[in-house]
């Protein structure tokens, strides 16, 4: 078997370790809107806050918005050239959708922000060091 010898720099690993984080990341929305459809009743609604769907409609379109989060982030792990810019967008969907969640979850939504702005750092400044995970 020959070895073959690629130039990759230690930046790849900023790219996988974002895909790691996107399906982290899709797993917290899968578990946060599974909760929020299942336990509606346990969050407090405050008024004059900014939610534009019940608690039961935003659990859906986050445990919808994890699914896709998680399979984008096995794709971008896979090496797929397109699941950068698809990463990359979903990516910021997903923090502006939790900058409007912060008011039912705050520190759950924090945490998913911070996770969100390290992905898209290492997708857009690493990006192109993509190859698949282990190749």
Do not use: C, K
Not at 22 to 28: P, T
Not at 80 to 87: E, G
Request: hydrophobic share 65%; charged share 10%.
């Amino acid at each position: 078997m020959a070895y073959e010898s690629r130039h990759v720099t230690g930046w790849v690993g900023w790219v996988w370790f974002a895909a790691a984080l996107m399906i982290i990341s899709g797993v917290f929305n899968i578990i946060s809107g599974v909760y929020a459809v299942l336990n509606s009743d346990l969050y407090f609604r405050m008024p004059a806050r900014l939610l534009l769907l019940d608690i039961s409609g935003w659990g859906w379109a986050h445990l919808v918005f994890g699914i896709v989060l998680f399979l984008a982030g096995l794709a971008l792990l896979a090496g797929q050239t397109w699941a950068r810019i698809v990463a990359a967008v979903l990516v910021m969907i997903n923090a502006m959708t939790q900058l409007v969640w912060i008011t039912v979850n705050p520190w759950w939504s924090l945490a998913v922000i911070a996770v969100d702005l390290l992905v898209l750092y290492a997708l857009i400044v690493h990006g192109r060091e993509a190859r698949p995970f282990g190749a």
